[in-house]
């Protein structure tokens, strides 16, 4: 692939509610503490939307700040993928609202619903976008709202979400060994018991609200993640010990130790938001990434792999030069 068609990725983005939950104010409404959540999940707080804030207002903040920082003005922007599975409306997509909200009158938008694997997958179809020549600028967002799922009555569940948007900015023009090295994505439709949620708008009868088999998702995370890391370096034909950053999905403080540990990563390599933002689902990996971009610990030039899981169950990864 000629270096012309293959994605660099020349921008990072992020956006966190104002309203910051803390284990503390949970325990007031709920039968827990903030001792049980941190032992069992490393979360001390999430951000919670209120106000004006929704999906797509926390994606174009996120998608700003993604281009500010590549020095890319709005409407030279050809497409734009946001992954999510809480949009503000059935339709249009949230994408579509991130166009108009950004003054962008061209190319094309649509969101991925693939749950907490949703930023993977996003990544990966604007890279093939790239390669193809289809575009040569795509915007990639994660963007949630996981507190309109969430049965705040169930201790198991609500303390593990949080609300947030981050975003990325794909350029073609990478020159070889640079950009987006190699994506790898899956899915298994008779896991989907385990994680999901129960109805949809129209949908009489149902609550609407998250119900996950915790332990069933804990155990299919560390098999399935470890094959995704693993196919990333066999594909580039590297080790764990070439990465120098592992940028996971944030869902759980004992999963993402578990990857680094398979990697031999010291944990000064990984970079976990766990427990100030919670599982943000598609944002959790582009808030993180833009963290650690935007304080200076993920420099040009750097490796970074990115794995997810979320419900479907989906899951992917991904691996990148800076």
């Known amino acids: 692939m000629s270096g012309s068609l293959r994605a660099r990725l020349t921008g990072v983005g992020g956006y966190l509610p104002r309203t910051v ?39 174009a903040e996120a998608a700003r700040q993604a281009l500010e920082q590549a020095g890319v003005n709005a409407e030279e922007v050809d497409a734009i993928l946001v992954a999510t599975s809480t949009p503000d409306q059935v339709f249009p997509a949230v994408a579509t609202q991130v166009q108009a909200l950004l003054g962008i009158t061209k190319g094309f938008g649509f969101d991925i619903s693939a749950a907490c694997s949703g930023f993977v997958y996003a990544l990966a179809s604007a890279n093939s976008f790239i390669q193809s020549g289809l575009a040569k ?23 593990l979400f949080g609300d947030g948007a981050g975003a990325v900015l794909l350029e073609a023009g990478a020159e070889d060994g640079e950009g987006v090295l190699s994506t790898h994505l899956h899915s298994d439709g008779r896991s989907g018991d385990i994680l999901y949620v129960d109805g949809a708008v129209g949908c009489s009868g149902t609550t609407q609200h998250l119900k996950m088999m915790g332990r069933e998702v804990f155990r299919h995370a560390v098999v399935k993640l470890s094959q995704a890391v693993d196919e990333a370096l066999e594909a ?45 689902s598609a944002a959790s990996i582009p808030l993180a990434l833009n963290e650690a971009v ?26 990148v030069r800076m």
């Not at 750097?302 to 479907?312: K, P, Q, S, T």
């Open 21 to 59: 939950v803390t284990n503390d104010d949970l325990a007031q409404k709920i039968d827990t503490s903030d001792e049980w959540i941190r032992a069992r999940t490393g979360i001390t707080q999430r951000h919670i939307v209120s106000g004006d804030e929704t999906t797509a207002s926390m994606a």
């Open 137 to 159: 600028k795509v915007l990639v967002i994660g963007s949630e709202v996981f507190s309109r799922l969430l049965d705040w009555n169930d201790r198991t569940t609500c303390v």
């Open 236 to 280: 580039n034909n590297l080790t764990g010990q070439d990465i120098q950053w592992l940028v996971p999905h944030q869902a759980n403080l004992r999963i993402i130790d578990g990857m680094a540990k398979k990697l031999a990563l010291p944990s000064d390599r990984v970079v976990v938001t766990v427990d100030r933002h919670a599982n943000t």
């Open 294 to 319: 935007r304080d200076g610990r993920i420099q040009k030039g750097d490796l970074v792999l990115m794995e997810a899981l979320g419900g479907g169950l989906t899951w992917g990864s991904a691996l």
